[in-house]
């Protein structure tokens, strides 16, 4: 014998999946909370510029919010090796310097992570200005009188950065092998206070991230001896570059956001596209200018092949440069 539901219940039921499903859907559509994007350098510096701007924009297009949580140490080592091993969901990602993700590896005999295995490129976003900068004091006005004062006083002048295996310390150790000359590093936890003690005398020379010392050399408390990358930046039209007196000598230092490995490829799509349109945006390039920045666009598989490409240039830079992090 046959027991029929009576319609009333069934009706609750039916209404009773619906909603389970439509909730079950809701869960499911990305992003249903807010995404943590980790810098692993100190705030003050290019790589927190360029990811604040992005954030607040990604924010803005996904309906979620978009935190920026610095993690600094060892180079970006620590904060990229905490990032691989976080849930592969989409809610933690890695707003990185190529510093840390190409160069770290070559520097440190355990850096944590590895940045082919353990991520997935997402987006390329931005490309920094960096320059060669000297409290006003300094006798030197250009590279080449930089030059030529190192080499009568070896060892005498001191160039800060922002720790221990950054590009900051790379970029002088290349500028010295570069021009023959000796000069003392002097690591610090991360460029502002590296620049502080610029402008405030304390150390004569730096390289840094235009982000980082734009205001300082627009209101004349520190001066640029020459722009590291390979054209002229145009945030300082006037400024030389490196390798205009060291020929061969010049860097185009990257900013990509990445993903922990296993990150489902839909939200990979997602996220990629949510960037290129982030630099489309006319505020978006505006603000990247006004810190010396520019958007640097291209898909997630042509990121992927940079990070290749790089691992072994940097691997060999390091050799021959000799930098250490001890």
Known sequence: MAFSTPLS??????????????????????????ITVVVPQ??????????RVVAQKLGEQLGQSVIVDNRPGAGGTLATAATARARNDGYTLLLTAD??????PALYKNPGFDPVKDFVPVAPVATAGYVLVAHPSFPANN?????????????QYAIASAGNGTLNHLIGEMLQKAAGIQLQHIPYKGSAAAATDVVGGQVPLSVQSLPSVIAFIKAGKLKVLGVVNEKRVAALP?????GETLKGFGQAPWYALFA????PAPIVAQLQAEVARALEHKDVVD?????????FKGTAAQLGALVQSDLPKWSRVVKETGATVD
């Open 143 to 155: 590279v080449a009188e930089l030059v030529k004062l190192a080499k009568l006083h070896p060892g």
């Open 9 to 34: 219940r069934r009706v609750v039921t039916a209404a009773v999946l619906c909603s389970a499903a439509l909730a079950a859907l809701a869960q499911d559509k990305y992003p249903s909370k807010p």
């Open 260 to 263: 922990p490995a296993g990150t």
């Open 99 to 104: 510093s840390a993700h190409v160069i770290g």
């Open 287 to 295: 603000k990247l200018a006004t810190v010396g920045c520019e958007p």
């Open 42 to 51: 100190a705030a003050g510096g290019a790589n927190d510029a360029i990811a």
């Open 238 to 242: 006037d400024a030389p570059t490196i």
